[in-house]
Structure formats: C-alpha cells, structure tokens
C-alpha cells in the first residue's frame, strides 16, 4: 500500500516495464479519445433534441426516441465489443486490439457466447 501511495504501481508483467510509465503512455490517446466521444455526442444530441422538441409524434420524432432508449439501454461493453468484432471479422480494423481479436478467432479462443 506504500508504494501504492508514492505511485509505484511495480513492472508490468507482460512487458516489463513501470506500470506507470505505459499508464501514462496511453492517457493523452485515452483523454483525447474520451473528448471526442463526448464532442460527438453533443453534436448528435443537441441537433436531434431539438428537432423532436419542435416536432412532436412526428415520425422522425419516433425513430430518435426508439433510438435514444436502445442507446441507453445498450451496455457499453456490450456496445464496444460488437463494434470491435465485426470490422475484426475482415480486414477492415487496422488497431493492435482487432489484431488480437483475428488471432485469438484464428486459433479458436472465443467466449462461449459467440458462435462462427
């Protein structure tokens, strides 16, 4: 717990590394990633908040409430996974994780959940 608390979080154990060292290594990426997540949300939200508040039971008005309520209804991981595993599928997805999801298809390593 003391080095806990003066920021040693110990080696990594896959890349034998300061644990700090590849946190912060990946915090500017996951921060910026994080903003542009929420700018684009805002960007959607406000235009289609809008609209439904100036046209009400329209059909537009519908679809929008259909899909806010399957978006926040939708777990996130759930939501991530999905995403990540249907460009894997091809060779659409260029990033290190897809990479790892094709290898792990490849050699058989999937939850029980998925099915070929």
Do not use: K
């Amino acid at each position: 717990m003391q080095n806990l608390l003066t920021g040693n979080l110990g080696l990594s154990l896959e890349y034998q590394r300061p644990n700090a060292e590849l946190i912060g290594e990946r915090l500017v990426l996951t921060v910026v990633l994080a903003l542009f997540a929420f700018a684009i949300t805002w960007i959607v939200a406000i235009p289609a908040g809008i609209y439904s508040a100036m046209h009400p039971r329209s059909a537009l008005d519908y679809l929008l409430t259909v899909l806010n309520y399957i978006g926040v209804a939708t777990p996130n991981f759930m939501l991530a996974l999905v995403l990540m595993w249907g460009p894997s599928r091809t060779s659409a997805c260029p990033s290190r994780v897809c990479s790892r999801l094709t290898t792990w298809r490849r050699r058989g390593a999937r939850p029980a959940s998925w099915t070929s």
